[in-house]
């Protein structure tokens, strides 16, 4: 790992970044010359254990790197997002860690696949939409329910959901990843059939970390879940800078400067603090999941579901920045060659992911009135 720390990740990486964005856009993936970079300088080292040379962040710190580097580019962010599993360390056994080692970049899905014991491992079938950084990855970690015949295993929480981690090459991958926003992310579908996995790279969602301290003591669903989030309020605060940007250097038919007209200003105060409040809500939540982890107690559902629904929160609050940013911007966001106009289709794109649905909203009330959260995960 370099020297660099975590504070200077971001602006470190940032000659890079917007050197390869439009490569990136262009062929629909990360360039190597950018991966090797972002490698080498740590960036998919956040969740890493210490002693195999990670970050090892808190919650909330990855969350707020991730937003940094969103307000540079949003598809090399969200793919740093997707490729950082080395979390894995801490719930996988050493002897599978050795299988995959510690510098491996794990792409990973949450949409579930079909997996059957046989022997002393098992085989897993399925197809996996919008995997992103598929092709930069040389592991994919992929859900899984397990299977007795045609039917799924059952639990006393509910189905027997499993991850398995599976080399690249034992997948295939299709290039189904043709759109017009986050092209660069490389989304593209993974198939597995009948793949054999060893049970040392399987384990339950449940799973509890054999390293016990406070960065793995965080439920595994939100070490997974809110970095979208944090990527997506970047590319919303990325907008915002961006009309800010043209308005500076841009007169109206009047001839007069757009930063001294009213409604312009309204929209960018509004903007502003729209990302600001879901920026701190969703750093708020994370820092009690934190602050709990760090006591050694185990979080309630009620903190958990208050992190999903700042996660929607923050989804609902950058498509409304996004969608008035871009009115702001005029006709210069309709040109291929606006930032503006590549920001916000890359944001609203990526505010599409299930992770970011309003439907968690239920969720979050459900354990704010102390309801039981029906769902699997919380």
């Not at 629909?28 to 740590?42: K, M, V």
Request: charged letters at 20%; a negative charge; proline letters at 7%.
């Amino acid at each position: 790992m370099s020297d660099l720390t975590v504070d200077d990740l971001p602006e470190a990486l940032r000659p890079a970044i917007e050197k390869y964005r439009d490569e990136a856009a262009e062929t629909r993936r990360i360039p190597a010359e950018l991966l090797d970079q972002l490698r080498s300088a740590g960036a998919f080292r956040l969740t890493t254990p210490r002693e195999l040379g990670g970050f090892e962040l808190p919650l909330a710190s990855v969350l707020d790197v991730l937003d940094r580097l969103g307000r540079i580019d949003g598809p090399v962010a969200w793919v740093v997002w997707n490729l950082n599993w080395g979390f894995s360390a801490a719930i996988l056994p050493e002897s599978g860690m050795r299988r995959i080692g510690p510098d491996a970049l794990i792409a990973n899905s949450g949409q579930p696949g079909r997996l059957v014991a046989d022997g002393p491992g098992y085989r897993l079938s399925g197809r996996w939409k919008i995997v992103s950084g598929i092709e930069s990855a040389d592991w994919v970690a992929l859900l899984s329910i397990v299977f007795d015949g045609d039917q799924p295993r059952m639990t006393p929480a509910g189905p027997d959901v499993r991850i398995c981690w599976v080399p690249r090459a034992d997948v295939t991958v299709l290039d189904t990843w043709q759109v017009t926003g986050m092209r660069g992310t490389n989304s593209n579908t993974v198939v597995a059939e009948d793949v054999p996995v060893p049970a040392d790279l399987v384990v339950p969602f449940t799973v509890t970390p054999h390293i016990d301290r406070p960065a793995y003591r965080v439920p595994l669903i939100h070490l997974v879940f809110p970095g979208c989030a944090a990527v997506l309020l970047g590319m919303a605060q990325a907008a915002v800078d961006e009309v800010a940007a043209l308005a500076a250097g841009k007169v109206g038919m009047d001839g007069a400067p757009l930063t001294g007209q009213p409604r312009l200003q309204a929209a960018v105060g509004r903007a502003t603090a729209q990302v600001g409040a879901a920026r701190l809500l969703l750093l708020d939540a994370a820092r009690e999941l934190d602050r709990t982890a760090t006591a050694g107690r185990e979080a309630t559902d009620a903190q958990r579901g208050l992190l999903r629904g700042a996660i929607s929160f923050a989804a609902e609050s950058s498509r409304e920045v996004l969608r008035t940013m871009y009115e702001a911007g005029s006709s210069d966001p309709l040109y291929e060659s606006s930032r503006l106009g590549r920001i916000v289709r890359d944001g609203q794109a990526a505010a599409q992911h299930a992770n970011l649905s309003a439907a968690h909203y239920e969720l979050a009330g459900r354990t704010r009135l102390g309801l039981p959260p029906n769902a699997l995960f919380v």
